[in-house]
């Protein structure tokens, strides 16, 4: 059984750092996850995949702000140096034998 | 670069079938799963269906398996997504994506469409 699990919201200051989390549950082997964004009104975007050594592999024109990490069951999404359009709700994404699927999404608000 | 369009929503009755396309351009669309994935009005994403590939092996979330098929033609670019038994419950928009991972079964999302609204009503 695959379970993957998000904050509903989150908050950052304009410049500030945050991360965001999303804690990975498995009875099997755990897998690689990607991160996806998804701004008000606009289809989703890939920002990266985090592998399970905690290496992570950004999509096309993702800006340096944003990197990926693991901690345990734990894995992470950083964004250094917020900006207002980074005010968006952020998913998880992981994969297993005949499953994929997505975490609730965390809404991150920029203050 | 990679752009994908999907096709063929609209408003549907309730037991009704819709068949959605997507038409991908930009890569190499034989090399590449590829997904279908759903949001609901004011929810979350929820992946639905994936494809190898070669079309060779397919996966689908339990609460769509037996109405949905997902199907592509390498030949034409193109990836389906033929909806029977339309329930309610399916209303949303739905997204095309494309795998990740050159060469993979469909394990992460790399690349999405704009998504189409599929209305069950």
């Known amino acids: 059984q695959l379970v993957l699990t998000q904050s509903p919201s989150a908050s950052a200051s304009l410049g500030a750092s945050v991360n965001l989390t999303c804690t990975l549950r498995?009875?099997?082997?755990?897998?690689?996850i990607a991160w996806h964004q998804q701004q008000t009104e606009k289809g989703p975007r890939f920002l990266m995949k985090?592998?399970?050594?905690?290496?992570?592999i950004k999509g096309d024109g993702i800006p340096d702000r944003f990197s990926g990490s693991i901690s345990g069951a734990e894995r992470y999404l950083t964004i250094s140096s917020v900006q207002s359009e980074d005010d968006a709700d952020y998913y998880c994404?992981?994969?297993?034998?005949?499953?994929?699927?997505f975490g609730g999404g965390t809404k991150l608000t920029v203050l | 670069q990679v752009q994908l369009v999907e096709s063929g929503g609209g408003v549907v009755q309730p037991g009704r079938s819709l068949r959605l396309s997507c038409a991908a351009s930009?890569?190499?669309?034989?090399?590449?799963?590829m997904h279908w994935v759903r949001q609901a009005p004011g929810k979350g994403l929820e992946w639905v269906a994936v494809?190898?590939?070669?079309?060779?092996?397919?996966?689908?979330e339990d609460s769509v398996k037996g109405r949905f098929t997902i199907s592509r033609d390498n030949s034409k670019n193109t990836l389906h997504l033929q909806m029977n038994s339309l329930r309610a419950e399916d209303t949303a928009v739905y997204y095309c994506?494309?795998?990740?991972?050159?060469f993979g079964f469909g394990e992460l999302c790399g690349y999405w469409g704009q998504g189409i609204l599929v209305t069950v009503s």
């Open positions: 994404q992981t994969w297993g034998p005949a499953i994929r699927m």
């Open positions: 498995s009875t099997g082997t755990t897998y690689a």
């Open positions: 985090v592998n399970r050594d905690g290496t992570y």
């Open positions: 930009g890569f190499t669309f034989s090399n590449y799963g």
């Open positions: 494809i190898s590939y070669d079309g060779t092996h397919t996966y689908y």
């Open positions: 994506a494309r795998d990740q991972r050159i």
